[in-house]
């Protein structure tokens, strides 16, 4: 995979990051992971498992909507 392949995946990922950040701080766990999913799975992205479960915990440690949101250090493209 190229670097610039990688970039934009990461990028992709980090825009999905964000936007489940945004509304989903509060709302229970499962909900939060099925949005994130969704939304990788919608943007052709994927995280590996230690990502994902870094991501999640970061988002559930939100506690107010001023909190940033968790950012995504790798991600791939979904072959």
């Given at each position: 995979?190229?670097d ?6 990461t ?16 709302a229970?766990?499962?909900?939060i ?12 992205v ?13 988002i559930?440690?939100?506690k ?16």
């Open positions: 995979m190229t610039e392949k990688q970039q934009a995946a990028e992709a990922a980090q825009r999905v990051v964000e936007e489940v950040s945004s509304w989903q701080y509060s229970d766990d499962p909900m992971a099925d949005q994130l999913d969704e939304g990788l799975r919608k943007a052709g994927r995280l590996d498992d230690d990502e994902r479960s870094r991501i999640l915990a970061e559930d440690a939100m107010d909507e001023s909190s940033t949101a968790p950012q995504v250090r790798s991600a791939q493209p979904v072959e």
